[in-house]
Nanobody, 128 residues
Framework: QVQLVESGGGLVPPGGSLTLSCATS????????IGWFRQALGREREGVSS????????YYSDSVRGRFTISRDSATDTVYLQMISLRPEDTAVYYC?????????????????????WGQGTQVTVSS
């Protein structure tokens, strides 16, 4: 049974840091990409970052590049999203998701429709 469980969200002041975790089980990470998405209240879901299991390639949206870092721990099948220099506009529910489409020629790593499985989300609030 495929499972993705996010943790690590919380309240942090502007300029602060937070690391989110996505614990995965029920599938082989080597054949999947794990993506992080976020959805703020009243806004559309946004692809933030992704890491491909087959080659380790990473992708970032323009809004977070240079501030967020995605990584994977193969020993524990956990994917992390390290976030620094957080801004109020980073406030959202953050979701991790798994995609099996990494071998498709038209695969888009930050597009939600590419992802098959989703976690339940974790709230990140950036506020003083």
């Amino acid at each position: 049974q495929v499972q993705l469980v996010e943790s690590g969200g919380g309240l942090v002041p502007p300029g602060g840091s937070l690391t989110l975790s996505c614990a995965t089980s029920g599938f082989n990470l080597d054949y999947y990409a794990i993506g992080w998405f976020r959805q703020a209240l009243g806004r559309e879901r946004e692809g933030v970052s992704s890491i491909s299991g087959n080659n380790g390639w990473t992708y970032y949206s323009d809004s977070v590049r240079g501030r967020f870092t995605i990584s994977r721990d193969s020993a524990t099948d956990t994917v992390y999203l390290q976030m620094i220099s957080l801004r109020p506009e980073d406030t959202a529910v953050y979701y991790c998701a798994a995609s099996s489409k990494i071998y498709h020629s038209d695969y888009q790593p930050l597009a939600g429709h590419e992802y098959d499985y989703w976690g339940q989300g974790t709230q990140v609030t950036v506020s003083s």
